[in-house]
């Protein structure tokens, strides 16, 4: 996109926030708009979002051993996690499973992942097949795919992941990144034909080379090799569109490179043209980015979903973004830069706007349900057992974690003046532990949120007020604790402009007020800070 027509909806906030047009979606303001969000909306990598019906289904890896599924009413937030598929213990897709698809094809649901048996070199392609017209039902496995260089079965299997599928005259195909051999890590991208969602005819053709320009070799130099993965289709008025990322995953020159289908035929690499130019790529905020997919609303708007590095050195820590997306006057997509993180963009047309104020009564148990909640931090750093809601558990086998204080929050929720009690025990961790009151604009990180916290600190032996404004964090008020942090009951009002704490806690009781009116009204939620509690309950009751 030319830099002036993406500066134009940087500077959209100048103009009256009512109906959200496309051109318009990413808006600068200094006060917040429930029509807004921020990102990242969650965390992960490899994000595959599609559209069935109301509901929207991010298809993700459950820390390298599962897949789940997580199903919210809107793009802006994941919603609640389901996991559909546990990986076997041992075995050759047992470990390593990556990049997870989700795709319905005649009337069933496919999961098309790579896994292995713990050792790169052996990963292979693998398809969950749903046993119904439900994508959160039973799925069976499948494979692994025939991605080896020969006829089908002939020969040896090789390599390959992010399988995707394209489908083209009523034929469809496989199109994924694999090696030239089993033991040359060298990827590029492969397609071959499905014959069934489940079943590829070989032999697998190679679409083109992975290093013709420069800036798709890791190190975006002449003494680097080239890297092509996470192939996606886009299609739109006849024309056919395969993006892939490319350079390196784990470093900030990550980025999303385009060919385009300029003959009859996707399995002769002649009919393929590569565009001379990344189609996008990272800023000074926003880098390492690619391997996502896109949505099209129902109001033919278009919104491109991918995920961002964390941190510039190299790693894998990721986040996931969510931004809207435009179409070139010559038919190419057009998908302008990176959004900063936390920076305010209008949700797409058609999201569900509600105002949920009732009293709110939640004891938390496996039977508990947590649908109308977020969940804003690492994927593996909360769970809901039958002894309460883990916030902050750190896991056994981490996968790229990070800590982020990490929060669970209440979708739609406008409350001003209101008493929140939440039950909990500190199990592990001594920084912070509490709840979110008129809070707003959440997104993954320490302050990514704009409210009010109060809450417990074990290493400070205090109970605390303070407010974050999307990016830092200002004490407002604190008393000391009574006794040692363990079990805690604890009770937040906030009416008009005042803000009271009251903690029981270690045999005794502590209190706290602030005056503070930076904000008038938000949701209500918990959050810990590099502290892993279990809470029981949590209640809400407007004044």
Not at 511 to 523: E, I, L, N, P, W
Request: proline share 6%.
């Amino acid at each position: 996109m030319p830099a002036g027509r993406f500066a134009k909806r940087l500077r959209a906030a100048a103009r009256p926030f009512t109906r959200m047009p496309r051109r318009d979606s990413i808006t600068r303001t200094a006060s917040w708009d429930p029509r807004q969000f921020v990102n990242p909306v969650g965390e992960g990598a490899d994000p595959h979002v599609v559209r069935d019906g109301g509901r929207y289904l991010w298809c993700q890896s459950e820390g390298n051993v599962g897949v789940a599924i997580w199903v919210s009413d809107r793009l802006t937030t994941m919603g609640v996690k389901h996991v559909v598929w546990w990986a076997p213990l041992e075995g050759p897709w047992s470990k390593e499973v990556w990049a997870p698809e989700l795709h319905h094809l005649d009337d069933r649901w496919y999961v098309y992942f790579a896994a292995s048996d713990g050792r790169n070199r052996n990963h292979l392609t693998y398809v969950l097949v749903s046993r119904d017209d439900d994508p959160l039902g039973t799925y069976d496995v499948v494979g692994p795919l025939w991605t080896g260089a020969g006829e089908t079965g002939v020969g040896e299997n090789l390599w390959s992941i992010d399988l995707t599928v394209l489908e083209h005259d009523g034929r469809r195909y496989g199109v994924w990144s694999g090696w030239p051999s089993r033991d040359r890590d060298l990827q590029h991208l492969y397609a071959a034909e499905l014959t069934s969602p489940t079943e590829i005819t070989g032999p697998r053709v190679l679409l083109c080379a992975n290093d013709t320009y420069d800036w798709e070799r890791i190190a975006e130099s002449r003494r680097s090799r080239g890297l092509h993965e996470g192939p996606q289709v886009l299609q739109r008025d006849g024309r056919t569109f395969l993006l892939y990322s490319c350079a390196a995953s784990w470093l900030p020159t990550y980025k999303l490179g385009m060919l385009e289908l300029s003959g009859d035929d996707p399995l002769d690499p002649a009919c393929w043209t590569k565009h001379p130019e990344p189609l996008f790529v990272g800023t000074e905020q926003t880098y390492g980015v690619g391997h996502g997919s896109f949505v099209r609303e129902q109001t033919e708007d278009w919104w491109h979903v991918y995920h961002a590095k964390r941190q510039p050195r190299a790693g894998w820590e990721r986040g996931l973004f969510v931004q809207p997306m435009d179409w070139a006057t010559n038919g190419f997509p057009d998908l302008g830069s990176p959004v900063a993180p936390h920076e305010p963009i209008g949700v797409p047309t058609g999201t569900p706007q509600r105002s949920i104020s009732d009293s709110l009564v939640l004891t938390f148990d496996r039977a508990s349900s947590l649908d109308g909640f977020d969940y804003y931090g690492h994927h593996q750093f909360y769970a809901l057992g039958q002894s309460g809601l883990d916030l902050g558990i750190v896991p056994v086998a981490p996968i790229n974690d990070y800590r982020s204080g990490e929060k669970l929050v209440l979708r739609d929720g406008v409350y001003d003046d209101v008493r929140v009690r939440a039950e909990f025990r500190v199990v592990d961790g001594d920084r912070a532990v509490g709840v979110l009151l008129r809070v707003q604009g959440c997104a993954v990180g320490y302050d990514a949120q704009r409210g009010y916290f109060a809450g417990v600190s074990a290493r400070r032996r205090m109970l605390t007020i303070g407010r974050t404004d999307g990016h830092a964090w200002t004490e407002l008020a604190t008393a000391p604790l009574p006794g040692s942090v363990g079990a805690v009951r604890l009770d937040v009002t906030v009416q008009s402009h005042t803000l009271t704490a009251r903690v029981e806690a270690g045999g005794g009781t502590a209190q706290v007020s602030v005056v503070d009116g930076t904000y008038a009204a938000g949701s209500v939620g918990l959050r810990v800070v590099d502290t892993h509690a279990r809470f029981t309950a949590l209640t809400a009751h407007p004044l």
